[in-house]
């Protein structure tokens, strides 16, 4: 047997936790040895869950990079605007890693981080990690298979539901280009981006196109005699769908994960999260139509192919429920389903059944098993093993260079909003 691959993980947030937690449940795959995080808390916390020693636990990813290289391979969970800064001295020290997406915040650092993982030799994967789920990977196995024909056109949507957009997009840590680096569509969509062009395979975009604004949360959407702070000087609070009461204590189950670990008092009592939330500059608390906030609540995005195949996406925000729809068009069938439904229909063109089609239905559902991402958190780390121990990696495998072309589509759609929808074309 080959000996466990040794992780180290940089930005022991809540994504990183969910993938170092697997070296829990299979140490002979892998283990994690050293610690990296600004936070010392969240340092001992590993620390002590991976029994780490205490000489391969640091306080930056920049203080690792300096240290000789003692371990495989890094997982680098950091936030967004971080990833190739902190990426690009530790490909240099030698080591390989699981970056979460978006692995850049626009073209040029991909194109850096690119050319670094080119000239170290070093590996990249990104978490795209909604491509291992059950749902896409089986409609890729689909279209590959040639079952719907050449792809004339894929439709993709996202709805983000109003307690999902409030808390991470509103009001949270994603709600300005300052903040995280981008605007909505990378930090919350460049999963189905991706979706759509490795469903594509290999056929490039030639041309993007994108219009959208922000439509809901801005001050003269607010609701009569609503305040600036929903504990504090609001009269519409009952009455308020994106009340911060009802949201984070009356209904906890709703992203309750992002909202009290962003607080910093993960488990604590309901007293204290009414103290915090009551607090005048809780972020959380803050009116939704009074956030000025820098980016849009909706968003579309028109792409053509160099075969002459389109792609639609749309992306809206404060839905009432989230959900990913996928339509895709092929010469001989067509596939059509929501994600969240965790099943999805295949149609045939039967010319000669009276209906014209042969319709069947696959259920992914005990596959998925209701997991948010489908499975593919935990996924994404076995295939992540399996590129550094030379093993055999799925067809999913999101390397760098395979992940580019989401991203580029991203980049070129933000240029064509903030040109009203001006094309943009890729030579
Ligand atoms: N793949 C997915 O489906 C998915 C889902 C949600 C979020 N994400 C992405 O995952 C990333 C992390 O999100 P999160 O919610 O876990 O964030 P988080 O804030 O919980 O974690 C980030 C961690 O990085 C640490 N950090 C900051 N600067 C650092 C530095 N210089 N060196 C080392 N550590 C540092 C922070 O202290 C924190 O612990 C983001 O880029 C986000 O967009 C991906």
């Not at 690119?114 to 059950?134: I, S």
């Not at 002459?308 to 996928?326: L, N």
């Not at 069947?360 to 991402?373: E, F, L, P, Y």
């Not at 935990?378 to 992540?384: M, P």
Request: aromatic share 8%; with cysteine; hydrophobic share 35%.
């Amino acid at each position: 047997m080959t000996k466990p691959v040794q992780i180290i993980v940089v930005g022991m947030g809540e994504r990183s936790m969910i993938y170092a937690r697997e070296a829990l449940a299979h140490k002979d795959w892998f283990r994690i040895v050293g610690v990296a995080d600004i936070v010392p808390e969240r340092v001992r916390l590993a620390r002590d869950l991976f029994s780490i020693p205490e000489e391969h636990c640091f306080s930056s990813a920049e203080e690792l990079a300096e240290y000789p290289r003692f371990a495989d391979a890094v997982i680098n969970g950091t936030m967004d605007r971080q990833h190739v800064a902190t990426s690009v001295p530790l490909l240099k020290r030698g080591y390989d890693i699981l970056l979460e997406k978006p692995f850049a915040v626009n073209q040029e650092e991909a194109e850096e981080l690119l050319r670094c993982v080119r000239e170290t030799g070093r590996r990249v994967m990104v978490c795209h990690v909604l491509r291992y789920a059950p749902f896409y990977r089986t409609i890729k196995e689909i279209v590959s298979g040639g079952e719907i024909g050449r792809i004339i056109n894929i439709q993709m949507s996202e709805q983000v539901s109003f307690f999902h957009e409030s808390v991470s997009y509103v009001r949270g840590k994603y709600a300005s280009p300052e903040l995280c680096g981008s605007g909505m569509l990378l930090s919350k969509c460049s999963h189905d981006l991706d979706i759509m062009a490795w469903l594509m395979s290999g056929t490039k975009p030639v041309s993007v196109s994108s219009i959208g604004s922000l439509f809901q949360f801005r001050p003269e959407m607010a609701p009569p005699g609503s305040g600036s702070h929903c504990f504090l000087d609001c009269a519409a609070e009952r009455e308020c769908v994106y009340s911060a009461r009802r949201l984070y204590l009356e209904h906890p189950q709703r992203w309750v994960n992002n909202i009290w670990h962003e607080c910093g008092c993960d488990g604590c009592s309901e007293e204290e999260k009414r103290r915090i939330l009551s607090g005048r500059d809780n972020p959380y608390s803050r009116c939704v139509y009074g956030c000025d906030l820098q980016i849009v609540d909706h968003q579309s995005v028109l792409i053509g192919f160099e075969d002459g195949a389109t792609g639609t996406f749309s992306m809206t925000g404060g839905a009432a429920a989230s959900g990913r729809h996928i339509h895709i068009t092929g010469t001989r069938g067509e596939i059509d389903g929501i994600f969240e439904e965790q099943r999805f229909t295949v149609s045939r063109i039967v010319p000669w059944e009276a209906e014209g089609k042969n319709v069947r239905t696959v259920d992914v559902s005990a596959q998925q098993k209701g997991n948010a991402h489908g499975g593919g958190d935990q996924a994404i780390v076995r295939d992540f093993i399996a590129l550094l121990s030379g093993g055999k990696t799925s067809p999913c495998c999101t390397a760098l260079e395979d992940s580019m072309t989401g991203h580029q589509i991203v980049f070129l759609a933000e240029k064509s909003r903030e040109r009203n929808g001006e094309t943009q074309y890729i030579d």
